[in-house]
């Protein structure tokens, strides 16, 4: 399993980004993806889940309404739309799979959110 993140980058409050997570070394289409972030000195939290469809999706309370989740099955990846961003958004993005009771991670990519 390989789950390599993107798209991370310093943007100014009230920006957008949008991350993308490519994943490889398994069934993809088969299995829900999530974001979480870890701003420093923090416990890693979740960000948002999507099933292997894409028809259900939920979301953290601090992100609702300014990130969207999405997946396009034929390119094994798994995105975040960020909209809106905050200073308390900055933090290491990572895309998560969960298969059976196994957690996979990605490295990470890094969102910084300043004026």
């Known amino acids: 399993v390989q789950l390599a993140e993107s798209g991370g980058g310093l943007v100014q409050p009230g920006g957008s980004l949008r991350l993308s997570c490519a994943a490889s070394?398994?069934?993809?289409?088969?299995?829900?993806m999530s974001w979480y972030r870890q701003a420093p000195g923090k416990e890693r939290e979740f960000a948002a889940g999507i099933s292997r469809t894409g028809d259900n999706t939920n979301y953290a309370d601090f992100v609702k309404g300014r990130f969207t989740i999405s997946r396009d099955n034929a390119k094994n990846t798994v995105y975040l739309q960020m909209n809106s961003l905050k200073p308390e958004d900055t933090a290491v993005y990572f895309c998560?799979?969960?298969?059976?009771?196994?957690?996979?991670w990605g490295q990470g990519t890094q969102v910084t959110v300043s004026s």
């Open positions: 070394g398994f069934t993809f289409s088969r299995y829900g």
């Open positions: 998560k799979l969960l298969l059976g009771s196994a957690a996979y």
